[in-house]
Structure formats: structure tokens, C-alpha cells
């Protein structure tokens, strides 16, 4: 079963107000607070439980945006259930998806059991679009898609979760496991990142890429 909720307006009428003042600089706005997180996963975890009991669950979570919100998933989830992950990785320290690479392998044996496969934000759908075969392959019983945040503007490929946090509009989002080129990860809130920390980023891998090119 899905449940979605919408945050309020995507307008960002309140810039910097809520964020904590050692963030100011490069976070515009908190998008979801801990609270707000915190009450949607008990949720999240009373649907799942009801869906997956009596079955023999496998968590499968991807690296590495999943470990906070994985972390607070599954000591709600009174279930038993082994846990495993995947690392997928994409190229460039870009807020596009590129090309992706896959780290770390699964472990666990699914055949034949009920997967729940996690991942931070379902955006184009790629990544999920690369992984459900390879897990397919393995013959689960079924794999059921779980995600804290879904962007549904932006996706190119036919690929639905079953649980979704959060629907938000077309922001690029850090914090809570999220990150920017391997930043940010650590804040406890989800928020929108200041486009100016995007503009200087891009402008260090460009100078990178022409000096690169110019050898
Ligand atoms: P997709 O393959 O669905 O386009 O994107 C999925 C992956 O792209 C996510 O697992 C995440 O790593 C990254 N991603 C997509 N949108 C965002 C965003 O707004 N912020 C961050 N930090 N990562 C994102
Ligand atoms: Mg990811």
C-alpha cells in the first residue's frame, strides 16, 4: 500500500528562518523537520509491518543515503528480518544522476523471501530501475519499494514506490543521509540546499575539468 503525503507549498517564502544558524549559509530552507521525519516513519513502519508479518523479510537498503533514515526504520519495525546492502553509486559530485556503479554486492540470500528494498529519494527512477533486476534475478517472493522522499516530476522511468515518506517538488534536498558531494549528510532535518554552494561546486569540477582537459 502506498502513502503519500504532500509538504505544504514549495514556494521558499521563509529562506534560512528555520534552519539552525551553523547551517545558514548553505542550507535556504528546512524542508521536513526531525519531528516531522520522526512521526512519518512510525507510520511508515506500522503499514510495513501489517504487510510484511508472518513473512520472511529481507531489508535491503542502499548506500549510503539510506543510514539515518534505514536506522530509525527499522527499530520501529517489530519484525523479525536480517538486513543486507547494496552500494550504488553514481559518478560526479553533480545533484544529477549519472552514470551508475555498483559498490558492494548483496550477501543475504532472498530466494524465495519478502524483500524490502530501501532507498533515500526515488527521483528519475534510475537507480531503482538498475536494481529491482538484479535483485529479480535472485527469485524473492516479492520486493516491495520503500522510500523516505519521492520527487514524482521528475521521473522518466515506469517505476513506483510502495512507501513513501514525503513527496516534495523539484528541490535537491540534503540532510538526513542526503548529500551534496558526500556533504551534509549528517543534519538531522531534510532541507534545500542555497543555490549558491551548487554554483561554487559546479564552478571547482568545471576549473577541475578544463585544467584536466587542457594537459
Ligand atoms: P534516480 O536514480 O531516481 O534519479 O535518483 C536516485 C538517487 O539520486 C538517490 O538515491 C539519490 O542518491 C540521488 N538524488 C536524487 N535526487 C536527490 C536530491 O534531491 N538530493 C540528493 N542529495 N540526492 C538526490
Ligand atoms: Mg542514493
Same mark, same amino acid.
Given at each position: 500500500m502506498s502513502a503519500k503525503i504532500k509538504t505544504q $507549498? /514549495? *514556494?521558499? *517564502?521563509? #529562506?534560512?528562518? $528555520?534552519?539552525?544558524p551553523r547551517w545558514r549559509k548553505e542550507v @535556504?530552507?528546512?524542508?521536513?523537520t526531525e519531528d516531522q521525519i520522526a512521526r512519518r516513519i512510525r507510520v511508515m513502519a506500522r503499514e510495513i509491518e501489517r504487510d510484511f508479518r508472518g513473512r520472511e523479510m529481507v531489508v535491503v537498503s542502499l548506500l549510503n543515503g539510506t543510514v539515518m533514515f534505514l536506522a530509525d526504520l527499522i527499530r520501529h519495525l517489530s519484525l523479525p528480518l536480517r538486513l543486507d546492502f547494496m552500494g550504488v553509486s553514481s559518478y560526479g559530485a553533480g545533484t544529477e544522476s549519472g552514470d551508475l556503479v555498483f559498490t558492494k554486492e548483496l550477501r543475504l540470500d532472498v530466494r524465495g523471501r519478502d524483500v524490502l528494498l530501501v532507498d533515500d529519494i526515488l527521483d528519475t527512477g534510475k537507480t531503482m530501475s538498475r536494481v529491482l533486476p538484479k535483485i529479480r534475478v535472485l527469485k524473492p517472493r516479492r520486493i516491495k519499494i520503500c522510500v523516505l522522499?519521492? *520527487? #514524482? /516530476? %521528475? %521521473?522518466? @522511468?515506469g517505476v513506483e514506490a510502495d512507501y513513501v515518506g514525503f513527496q516534495i517538488p523539484d528541490f535537491f534536498v540534503i540532510g538526513y543521509g542526503l548529500d551534496f558531494a558526500e556533504r551534509y549528510r549528517n543534519l538531522p532535518f531534510v532541507g534545500v540546499l542555497h543555490p549558491h554552494v551548487c554554483k561554487q561546486a559546479c564552478q571547482r569540477i568545471n576549473e577541475v575539468e578544463v585544467r584536466k582537459s587542457s594537459r
Open positions: $507549498n /514549495s *514556494k521558499l *517564502k521563509t #529562506p534560512a528562518r $528555520n534552519v539552525p @535556504e530552507r528546512v524542508l521536513i522522499l519521492d *520527487k #514524482p /516530476s %521528475r %521521473r522518466t @522511468e
